[in-house]
């Protein structure tokens, strides 16, 4: 899975692409899906919390990932961020408003009111995800860094058996 995660965020960077979580997520769950349905997937808003380091001023990213059964195991999960944007920011991942708030520092003037609604609207977006309905209405991009991934799959296979 690690494989198909860095292939995702190659693409990704050498793109330049951002702002494209719900993609992204329907992507790589898709994948686990059909490939490791015994981790039982599960598409799950969160907030990206990362500090800017020009800045020192906070970063807040409402945002998509997938949660996954950790082999072995029914209870302990997993969540791995199918985005490159993100997962290069070196931040901290909130599951819930609660968790997101406490990160802000008491000082700070972030207003938090439109991260929380976006927040709100990622969950409806990964309830559809979860249950099988395709929320992304781009599937260009979709496509696009399906080709990419099955393309390097099928060349890291033929290197492995040369």
Excluded at 97 to 106: A, C, G, Q, T
């Amino acid at each position: 899975m690690e494989f198909l995660i860095n292939l995702m965020w190659d693409f990704q960077e050498s793109k330049n692409i951002t702002k494209m979580s719900i993609p992204n997520t329907q992507y790589l769950y898709d994948c686990i899906n059909i490939n490791l349905p015994e981790t039982k997937p599960r598409a799950k808003a969160v907030f990206c919390c990362a500090l800017n380091s020009d800045t020192q001023l906070m970063r807040i990213i409402p945002h998509l990932a997938v949660e996954i059964l950790k082999a072995d195991t029914e209870e302990k999960t997993l969540m791995i961020d199918p985005s490159y944007e993100t997962s290069s920011m070196d931040g901290i991942y909130c599951l819930t408003v609660y968790e997101m708030l406490n990160k802000i520092p008491e000082d700070s003037e972030i207003s938090t009111r439109e991260y929380i609604q976006e927040f709100i609207d990622l969950t409806k977006v990964a309830e559809k995800i979860n249950n099988g309905e395709r929320p992304s209405e781009d599937d260009i991009y979709y496509n696009e860094q399906a080709d990419y991934v099955d393309a390097n799959c099928v060349d890291a296979k033929l290197r492995q058996k040369n």
